[in-house]
């Protein structure tokens, strides 16, 4: 079980119809989720906090097996380096955000950090491209796995808005 976390329609902020029906059948799955758990022999959580929560609303056990980092392409670059390479700007502040494009990510708090920040600094967008202030922000996409991490390296922060964490999703 990767997160097993309570989302409700109420929640939801979006005015994309698209993006609705991504909630409403993220809602649906996860009323269905605890009947498909049930079915299980073994349950696997990838926290503490996932196993509680499942527990909690379901009544089910399950071992705590943690997400690992691959090393080999998750290390430390120096920071030039890493934005020469990704055609990222060596004189302004970058911060990176990597997510898609449901209204749980909280894209419109997105908008309004990099409104209210200086005019050095620029995001950099992983995923789900962010509109409104396409003159602040280098939306990318999709991008391939062997410069992913890179990315990381070229940033001087990375910001997360999201409201909730969790696919919710069957």
Same mark, same amino acid.
């Given at each position: 079980? *990767?997160? /097993?976390?309570?989302?409700?329609?109420?929640?939801? #902020?979006?005015?994309?119809?698209?993006? $609705?029906?991504?909630?409403?059948?993220? /809602?649906?799955?996860? %009323?269905?989720?605890?009947?498909?758990?049930?079915?299980?022999?073994? $349950?696997?959580?990838?926290?503490?906090?996932?196993?509680?929560?499942?527990? &909690?609303?379901?009544? $089910?056990?399950?071992?705590? %097996?943690? *997400? #690992?980092?691959?090393?080999?392409? /998750? *290390?430390?670059?120096?920071?030039?380096?890493? &934005?020469?390479?990704?055609? @990222?700007?060596?004189?302004?502040?970058?911060?990176?955000?990597?997510?898609?494009?449901?209204?749980?990510?909280? $894209?419109?708090? @997105?908008?309004?950090? %990099? &409104?209210?920040?200086?005019?050095? =600094?620029?995001?950099?967008?992983?995923?789900?491209? %962010?509109?409104?202030?396409?003159?602040?922000?280098?939306?990318?996409?999709?991008?391939?796995?062997?410069? +992913?991490?890179? +990315?990381?390296?070229?940033?001087?922060? =990375?910001? *997360?808005?999201?409201?909730?964490?969790? /696919?919710?999703?069957?």
């Amino acid at each position: 079980v *990767h997160d /097993f976390g309570l989302r409700t329609l109420a929640s939801v #902020w979006t005015t994309e119809p698209q993006l $609705l029906a991504v909630e409403v059948y993220s /809602f649906v799955g996860l %009323i269905q989720t605890p009947r498909f758990l049930r079915r299980c022999t073994r $349950l696997v959580s990838i926290s503490q906090l996932t196993r509680e929560v499942l527990a &909690r609303r379901t009544g $089910l056990d399950s071992v705590v %097996i943690h *997400h #690992w980092a691959d090393d080999k392409r /998750f *290390h430390p670059r120096l920071k030039q380096e890493a &934005r020469a390479g990704l055609g @990222l700007p060596l004189n302004r502040k970058v911060i990176l955000n990597v997510s898609a494009g449901t209204a749980n990510k909280n $894209l419109r708090m @997105l908008r309004s950090v %990099i &409104r209210a920040l200086p005019e050095d =600094y620029v995001l950099v967008k992983v995923g789900f491209p %962010i509109k409104g202030c396409e003159d602040r922000v280098r939306n990318l996409g999709t991008v391939p796995a062997e410069v +992913y991490p890179q +990315y990381f390296n070229a940033a001087d922060a =990375y910001v *997360h808005c999201s409201l909730t964490e969790g /696919f919710g999703r069957p």
